[in-house]
């Protein structure tokens, strides 16, 4: 008890909170005559030690210790760490050792160890634990800006093998260690940290520690760099892929590349293509430039393969954006959904940003014209199979293929010079065979390195009795076809069908299972086909257990299916791969769907290989976002080749995962597949389906009027169906969409026609009911919905609900100024979250905390959460709900005397708000703008109020009559 009151020192801890402390699980009858027991024996205690420090206070509803926090070791030592912080954000390392030298060591280990701690001291002890770990990084980190990495080694040297799997501090003590000279303690550290990662969570290493990993390895052979390249390993953002040490005849290339560059690099974006065919060399060339060009611009390294020439694969400009915005950091709740927007979010994240990017396998102009910067130094290069003459005034790097000598040195690289010079014949006939293509004398010199003992004339002979392959390219593929061939016809049978498999579908890497589903073999033979397919260089595999195809190869992969696969087996094998991704995103999803409600829209049958299915986990959500750009060819693919039933359901099965990422743009497309899929099939059901969830992706990008014309489709298909209950379901979404419009008695309407009807599950209308009957001012009957919102779920033991229900009534609660109690259920609500693992609604309870926190006066704990709830709002890209918290911390701006910078958040707010057409946060940033304006400029403070009055008096909202009574009072007079 003692504990609880010191951690919350000067706050009300209440009798419930104690209560909850002492018997989290089973509190006995006499709880709370126990707790005040315990409470006068500690007062009594205190008060015996005579010198007053400590007191503790009883109050209406519970107990206050009165003290001063330096009193507190984790109060007093708490604020230290922070300050800490805080100097290091300021540039101030000597004065953070000064804060912290002394005091990083002192906090315990564990906060009450070897007590037994109920949910609130438990949740203590871990955030101290936290801060505690940061300010001893912070300190390290400190000590390596003043130079001083022999202080920082003996400080993280215990804690990083405590905290094997916290990459931050095994990323300081790698740094530590290369300073200090001793690369190879770092690279140790490196391999403990990759082991404890892959085992524990499965995970490969962060970028920063692979940077360091580089960085330490070099050290080992030129310990004078190894400084700079731990602070470079710092600063970058490279994404690019790693370029091969073998570029031979391109140096020419490369230096005039580099010089055209430099020249231009202060006057503007730099825009170069590369083009040329296939297998010629354009992306190592790249590559190899924009990885020389990183110290010059060191503020990213992009890299994005366009998959242009790949029709089902191909990338859309608003997808590319996507990616390279995540790229630059920019979180997804800040990625507009209008193209427009995003692509204008894109050019204001380059400005000022010395960047480089290699946009990879451009299809034409149009899929590369958006993704150039307009101004700032950035260098662009783009690679394509096509002339792409409209992205610039320079005329394009056009690649030929090497010279005999170069395609020699290059064989000579891969095989060793001395081979070359053993047969120099061979190699000569060799190179000429493969018409000096690098692909293909990669290809072949690869499958001499793997045969130590064959002679260059032999692999000659073999080649030269293999027919061609790519008829399209007859005359200049030549030697290609002959390489692939030869790659190709020595496999056994099963693996040949394994190597077809890859050209039957749209999707641009497989794993093990994919593949097994699509050939019916056992996955145990299918992996180690896989193997060997990639030992031979037939397939690749960039990450482990994800394999792919070359452009080149897919197209020899899918020449070969279409002319070795019967039409029958072919479709049979496609549906057998679509059947197991279906199950597969069905079991990934399984944490964040209803898994009764998915069972009852998707209508499954057992899978057709259950087998393959042992190995995915269920809630592996890594692997859906690894498999994210696949489903989209996959719902193209299915409903392109008859698989209709496939493509709606794999569009309904991923909804969820691409709704709590933000993949709208993914839900719209692979939908709008679906529903024509479905009807082309004449599937009501799955038509109704997908216009449901279609107005999912609208109403959370602001588009309203087309998510009513989905929604009101499928009111209509499921009153014919005689779905009443659907169609019930249909009208509560409207529901939704009524209210974000400002139309709530249409919401209201919608809602209680709902619980009229009888649902069968009244947790998705009651919420609703609930918050319509707040903004409609009827606190009361809104307090009784979300009361028996929170009943219901409980009885249920659906804690998501009952999370949601807590923060509603906290909700009404704040709004009726009952502030204690408001904040006793909004901080129950985000407990409940905590616990959960949802984020769902987590900023408009944080925005209401904040509100509460303004109005009992506790101002820099309302602007803490004020802040928390804009960052959640911008994550989860609920705009409506950005409009909101900013118009909430305007309010407590003002109420701070920060008059500036609140009628700045108020308009930021409008400006959103107008931008979605969401009426009520509109009225509400209107009337805080006029308070702004009311000493200055009377006249527009009317005029912004009169707006707001004519908002609110359409939607019924009871600010109206405050509005009302504003507007009756006679107009002041500038001073």
């Known amino acids: 008890m003692l504990a609880l009151l010191a951690v919350r020192v000067n706050q009300?801890?209440?009798?419930h909170d104690l209560v909850d402390e002492l018997w989290p699980d089973d509190p006995p009858r006499s709880a709370v005559p126990n707790v005040r027991t315990y409470a006068a024996n500690l007062r009594r205690g205190l008060d015996s030690a005579g010198d007053g420090r400590l007191r503790i206070v009883r109050e209406p509803g519970g107990y206050r210790l009165v003290a001063d926090e330096e009193l507190i070791d984790v109060h007093r030592l708490g604020a230290r760490w922070r300050r800490g912080g805080e100097l290091m954000r300021a540039g101030k390392p000597a004065q953070v050792v000064a804060e912290l030298s002394d005091v990083v060591d002192a906090g315990p280990a564990q906060l009450l160890a070897g007590l037994p701690l109920g949910p609130a001291l438990t949740a203590h002890r871990e955030a101290s634990e936290q801060e505690r770990q940061s300010a001893l990084e912070l300190l390290a980190e400190a000590y390596l800006s003043l130079g001083r990495a022999e202080l920082a080694v003996p400080l993280l040297r215990e804690h990083a093998v405590r905290q094997r799997l916290r990459e931050r501090?095994?990323?300081?003590?790698?740094?530590?260690?290369?300073?200090?000279g001793d690369a190879s303690g770092a690279l140790a550290v490196y391999h403990a940290a990759r082991d404890a990662l892959t085992e524990q969570l499965g995970l490969p290493p962060g970028e920063e520690l692979e940077h360091l990993r580089v960085a330490a390895t070099d050290a080992r052979r030129n310990p004078p760099e190894a400084a700079r390249k731990a602070e470079r390993s710092q600063a970058q953002t490279n994404w690019l892929p790693r370029a091969g040490s073998d570029l031979v005849g391109r140096e020419a290339l490369v230096d005039a590349l580099l010089r055209e560059i430099a020249e231009a690099h202060d006057s503007g974006p730099t825009v170069r293509m590369i083009d040329g065919m296939a297998g010629c060399g354009k992306t190592t060339l790249a590559l190899h430039v924009a990885a020389r060009l990183a110290d010059a611009f060191p503020d990213g390294q992009l890299f994005i393969d366009l998959r242009g020439h790949a029709r089902q694969t191909r990338i859309r400009p608003a997808a590319a954006l996507d990616i390279l915005l995540r790229q630059l950091g920019v979180p997804a709740g800040r990625i507009p959904a209008r193209f427009a927007d995003r692509l204008e979010t894109w050019r204001q994240e380059l400005t000022g940003r010395r960047v480089v990017m290699v946009l990879d396998n451009a299809g034409d102009s149009a899929q590369v014209e958006p993704l150039l910067p307009t101004h700032g130094p950035a260098a662009v290069l783009v690679t394509s199979r096509r002339r792409l003459l409209a992205l610039t005034e320079r005329p394009p790097v056009s690649l030929a293929v090497l010279t005999e000598s170069e395609a020699l040195e290059l064989l000579g690289t891969l095989i060793g010079r001395r081979r070359v010079a053993a047969d120099p014949e061979g190699a000569r006939r060799l190179v000429n065979f493969c018409g000096c293509l690098p692909l293909a004398v990669r290809l072949a010199g690869t499958r001499l390195a793997h045969r130590p003992d064959w002679r260059v004339s032999e692999l000659v002979e073999r080649l030269s009795r293999r027919p061609m392959f790519l008829p399209g390219l007859r005359a200049e593929a030549r030697s290609v076809a002959e390489a692939f061939a030869e790659s190709y016809e020595p496999l056994a049978v099963a693996a040949k069908r394994v190597f077809r498999s890859f050209g039957l579908v749209a999707g641009n890497h497989l794993d093990s299972a994919m593949v097994a589903a699509l050939t019916d073999l056992p996955l145990p033979q299918t992996a180690d086909l896989l193997d060997e397919l990639v030992d031979r260089h037939l397939v690749e595999e960039p990450s482990p257990g994800r394999y792919r195809l070359h452009d080149l190869m897919r197209r020899y992969a899918t020449e070969l299916a279409r002319r070795e696969e019967l039409g029958t087996s072919e479709r049979s094998a496609v549906r057998g791969l679509l059947d197991h991704v279906l199950h597969s995103v069905v079991r990934a999803s399984a944490v964040v769907e209803d898994g009764r409600l998915i069972a009852a829209q998707l209508?499954?049958?057992?899978?057709?290989?259950?087998?393959?299915l042992d190995g995915r986990a269920i809630g592996d959500l890594d692997w859906l976002e690894h498999q994210r750009l696949n489903l989209d060819g996959f719902v193209r693919q299915a409903a392109q080749e008859g698989h209709e039933a496939m493509a709606w359901r794999l569009a309904r099965a991923s909804w969820r995962f691409c709704y709590t990422r933000g993949y709208y743009d993914d839900i719209t497309a692979t939908h709008e597949i679906g529903l024509t899929a479905a009807r082309r099939s004449g599937d009501q059901h799955a038509i109704a389906l997908m216009h449901n969830y279609l107005a999912s992706a609208c109403v959370r990008t602001g588009s309203y009027r087309e998510a009513s014309a989905h929604l009101h489709a499928v009111v209509s298909i499921r009153t014919a169906l005689g779905d009443a209950e659907g169609a019930q379901r249909a009208r509560v979404n409207l529901g939704v969409v009524h209210w974000l419009t400002g139309r709530l008695q249409q919401s209201l309407e919608a809602n209680r026609s709902a619980l009229r009807s009888d649902v069968s599950d009244t947790t998705p209308v009651l919420p609703n009911l609930g918050l319509t009957l707040r903004y409609l001012g009827r606190y009361d009957e809104s307090t009784a919905v979300h009361r028996l919102h929170l009943y219901v779920a409980r009885v249920r033991g659906d804690l998501f609900h009952m999370s949601n229900a807590l923060g509603h009534l906290g909700g009404?609660?704040?709004?009726?100024?009952?502030?204690?109690?408001?904040?006793?259920?909004?901080r129950a609500s985000l407990a409940l979250r905590d616990r959960t693992g949802s984020d769902f609604a987590r900023a408009e309870t944080l925005s209401d905390l904040a509100g509460t926190c303004r109005q009992l006066g506790r101002y820099q704990d309302a602007l803490r959460h004020h802040e928390a709830a804009i960052d959640a709002a911008t994550v989860s890209g609920e705009r409506h709900v950005q409009a909101e918290a900013r118009n909430e911390l305007a309010l407590t701006l003002r109420a701070t005397g920060r008059r500036k910078e609140s009628a700045a958040m108020f308009q930021?707010?409008?400006?959103?708000s107008t931008r979605i057409a969401h009426p009520y946060e509109q009225g509400r940033a209107l009337c805080g703008l006029a308070e702004h304006l009311e000493h200055d400029r009377p006249a527009e403070a009317r005029r912004y109020r009169q707006r707001a009055l004519a908002i609110f008096e359409r939607m019924g909202a009871p600010e109206r009559h405050e509005l009302r009574r504003r507007l009756a009072e006679p107009p002041s007079t500038p001073a």
């Open 12 to 15: 009300l801890v209440t009798l």
């Open 169 to 180: 501090a095994q990323a300081l003590l790698m740094r530590a260690l290369i300073e200090t």
């Open 603 to 612: 209508r499954l049958g057992a899978p057709l290989r259950p087998d393959l």
């Open 812 to 826: 009404v609660r704040y709004r009726l100024g009952q502030n204690l109690q408001a904040e006793r259920l909004l």
């Open 908 to 912: 930021e707010a409008l400006t959103i």
